[in-house]
């Protein structure tokens, strides 16, 4: 590092960064739809960082050249057209380079004074969202890092008008002396879910999951039974819009109107199953679902914003901030008729990510946002004929959405026999680097279950998955 002090080393490097920044980013963003999956010999590339603390720093510009080239070869490529794991969205060309900005200008959007504009923008977006959705617009909604959080958002309201029923502020009084919270849902609950009840003191082995089948449908009598039984004390009730084995929904009109006849909150998990709301195709799914308490949904997902970006909406504002109140006499007071965003949801110090998904609706409007989704539902379509068409290759469940479950199959081997083989080839398909693809389990069988949720992603990738999971799996026999 040069003797200049410190500020005047930092301008100048600053400028000769920004020209570098600049060509890498050229490159890096071009050479998404080329990058591999999960380049073959990431672990050991990762040797080279472990290293001491530098005494002396190598500089800003070496430093960003290691970046690229350790990126190069040890970093995914989630957002390219060959990432089908977990369920991840790539990022529309808008919602991208506003979230560049957003880092460039170091927006903090706590407050209103920080950022007059970055908060104004996410109350902005956050209305555009609820009537994307079709939510109502009188809803309270706020950005979080993604679906987890926004759970959290939404069970933490829950939790505080549950306690509320009992004549408790849970949030000043904490838990203690009440009764175990009643939650009920179907076996598509997500694990994040069942994360937040811990977190929030609730217990994850106090929810009641109400499974007709394997797969872990709803058996909707015994969910009526059991709210029956509670003779109208308080519950909570989830529902799953978008499970991640199939994309399958829980019921939610017929579940709605049942938690409905008693005395529940009732919670939708949206995360990326919320968007079937914007498509005709799909919209049955989630009817009824602005009659929701609260909805969580992620927009790292199908709304193809950059990592990371979920949202939470609760329909009483009030509960948000009973739950979320903190103060001190150098933040903000509640009066203040500036909003301050931290003051209704889990993060204080919050980034700005109301810039990228401002300017993806601004850009593409709700037109362009259903052409994304349902450019992935012809994705999965087009897979699905695939797999029917491929002799090795075998369809587990309908697909209604944009995830499709299958697996390898010779012919000849028994059921365990295939759970074996597929568990092995998940493996083997990862290290082979050419796609990010995971495995699951539908009731004890194991499956592959791509998620096709990035505009990207193009129908000779598709063509291309099913030729080389059966290219790889031909190769175990
Ligand atoms: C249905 C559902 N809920 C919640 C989550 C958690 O979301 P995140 O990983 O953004 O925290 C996911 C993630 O896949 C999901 O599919």
Redesign the pocket.
């Known amino acids: 590092m040069s003797t200049k002090d410190i500020g005047t080393a930092f301008r100048q490097e600053s400028e000769l960064l920004v020209e570098q920044l600049c060509r890498a980013l050229t490159d890096v963003i071009h050479a998404t739809d080329e990058r591999p999956a999960l380049p073959p010999g990431a672990a050991k590339a990762l040797e080279e960082l472990n290293e001491s603390l530098p005494e002396t720093g190598c500089g800003g510009q070496k430093t960003i050249e290691q970046l690229l080239d350790l990126n190069h070869r040890a970093g995914g490529n989630t957002g390219g057209p060959k990432c089908f794991h977990?369920?991840i969205g790539g990022s529309t060309p808008a919602a991208l380079a506003a979230d560049l900005l957003a880092t460039a200008y170091e927006t903090i959007t706590y407050t209103w004074v920080l950022s007059p504009v970055g908060v104004h923008m996410e109350l902005q977006a956050l209305d555009w969202l609820k009537e994307l959705f079709g939510l109502p617009a009188t809803m309270a909604g706020i950005m979080v890092?993604?679906?987890?959080?926004?759970?959290f958002v939404c069970l933490a309201a829950a939790r505080q008008w549950w306690g509320e029923c009992h004549g408790l502020d849970v949030s000043e009084t904490g838990m203690a002396g009440l009764p175990v919270m009643p939650v009920l849902t179907s076996g598509f609950v997500?694990a994040?879910?069942l994360k937040v009840l811990s977190l929030q003191g609730i217990g994850r082995s106090n929810v009641q999951q109400f499974c007709g089948d394997d797969f872990g449908r709803l058996d909707y009598s015994a969910m009526r039974s059991a709210l029956e039984k509670l003779q109208g004390q308080p519950a909570l009730v989830i529902i799953?819009a978008?499970?991640?084995n199939a994309g399958e929904f829980d019921p939610v009109e017929d579940m709605i109107r049942l938690a409905r006849q008693h005395n529940c909150w009732v919670h939708v998990?949206?995360?990326?199953?919320l968007f079937a709301r914007i498509s005709p195709r799909t919209a049955h799914f989630v009817k009824d679902v602005e009659k929701a308490d609260s909805v969580?949904v992620?927009g790292?997902?199908w709304l193809n914003v950059p990592y990371?970006s979920?949202y939470a909406f609760v329909r009483d504002h009030g509960l948000l901030v009973r739950a979320f109140r903190y103060s001190a006499d150098y933040l903000p007071t509640e009066d203040d008729p500036r909003p301050t965003l931290g003051a209704i949801g889990p993060e204080s110090s919050r980034r700005g990510r109301s810039f990228a998904v401002w300017s993806t609706l601004k850009a593409y409007g709700r037109e362009g946002h259903q052409r994304i989704v349902e450019h992935c539902l012809d994705i999965a379509q087009h897979f699905a004929q695939q797999i029917n068409n491929h002799p090795e290759l075998e369809l587990m469940a309908e697909v209604s959405l944009n995830i499709v479950a299958f697996r390898f199959n010779p012919g000849g081997l028994s059921d365990e026999q295939l759970d074996e083989m597929n568990n092995h080839l998940g493996e083997v398909v990862l290290s082979d680097g050419r796609f990010l693809v995971g495995t699951s389990k539908i009731g004890k069988r194991t499956i592959f279950r791509p998620a096709f949720s990035n505009w990207r992603t193009r129908e000779q990738d598709v063509e291309e998955l099913a030729q080389v999971v059966a290219e790889l799996g031909h190769s175990l026999l």
């Open positions: 977990f369920v890092t993604g679906g987890t959080m926004a759970n997500h994040s879910t799953n978008g499970e991640v998990d949206g995360a990326f199953g969580s992620d790292h997902k990371d979920g």
